[in-house]
């Protein structure tokens, strides 16, 4: 039977492995997805071991250590410097080689291109982890200038206080990379001047859990377009099945 699975730690609740039973069940598809939660990514060299595993997934802390055991990386996931998706190439010589890709960049982009418009020239990054780094390449690749905002002072990048209206006037994308505003911690937002927000605004969420984080609903009452991160999860999802089966 073919195998998929999911690598990170900790795994607790698990969209893809949901997400994947219910596909090959409604869909007859005879194949099972694991969740392999590794307390050190050296683990990873088990799972080479596994005859029937055709692909993983890769969260948190991995997308980027993972890098080190596979074979090749694809054009994409090479320039972000993260992998999200791992495919299981077997030879008929029973060689395996291990491709990574980058399907948090796919779903992101298939998101958030129909709600660009032409004054969308410059964006906000909130944050500077491995989501982040897709964002950055995505945003870019659609010509799109971007500024990274980090509660850390680094050289190039943006901290929170230094946010004022003419930042906001000149960023009308404004996208949310950072966990801030999950559940439980709905009542919490990134600390942006919500005040200078226009209806030209476009702000975007990672997170889909709250539905409706505190960032977007700040962003609705100035007007602000506002999504959220279930396109970016659907669209990655999607991605990665289409990978696996290249
Ligand atoms: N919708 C999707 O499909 C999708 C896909 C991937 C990830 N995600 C979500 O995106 C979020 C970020 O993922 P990630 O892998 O990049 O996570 P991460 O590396 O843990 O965090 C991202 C960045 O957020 C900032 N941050 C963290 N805690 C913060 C806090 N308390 N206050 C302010 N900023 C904080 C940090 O940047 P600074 O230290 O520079 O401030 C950090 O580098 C997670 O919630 C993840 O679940 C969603």
Not at 142 to 158: A, D, M, W, Y
Not at 172 to 184: K, M, R, Y
Not at 223 to 238: D, F
Request: aromatic share 10%; proline share 4%.
């Amino acid at each position: 039977m073919r195998q998929f699975g999911l690598i990170g730690f900790p795994l607790g609740h698990s969209f893809s492995k949901k997400y994947f039973t219910e596909k090959f069940e409604r869909e007859n598809i005879v194949a099972r997805y694991d969740l392999y939660e590794l307390s050190d990514i050296s683990e990873f060299e088990v799972l080479k071991n596994k005859p029937e595993l055709c692909g993983l997934n890769v969260t948190i802390p991995y997308k980027e250590k993972v890098i080190q055991y596979l074979d090749e990386l694809d054009d994409t996931a090479g320039q972000i410097g993260a992998v999200n998706v791992i495919r299981f190439i077997r030879k008929n010589d029973g060689a395996l080689r291990l491709k990574g890709y980058n399907s948090d960049a796919i779903g992101f982009e298939s998101s958030i291109k129909p709600l660009l418009k032409a004054h969308h020239k410059k964006a906000l990054i909130l944050g500077t982890g491995g989501a982040s780094k897709a964002i950055d390449y995505i945003l870019r690749k659609n010509g799109i200038e971007t500024t990274f905002v980090s509660r850390h002072s680094k050289p190039g990048l943006l901290t929170y206080d230094q946010l004022d209206k003419t930042i906001l006037d000149n960023n009308l994308v404004i996208v949310n990379a950072s966990p801030v505003g999950t559940f439980p911690h709905s009542d919490e937002c990134p600390n942006i001047p919500y005040q200078f927000l226009t209806d030209k605004h476009l702000l975007y969420d990672v997170v889909y859990n709250p539905a409706e984080t505190l960032f977007l609903k700040n962003g609705k009452k100035q007007g602000a377009e506002a999504v959220n991160g279930e396109g970016m999860l659907i669209g990655q999802a999607v991605a990665a099945w289409k990978i696996w089966n290249l």
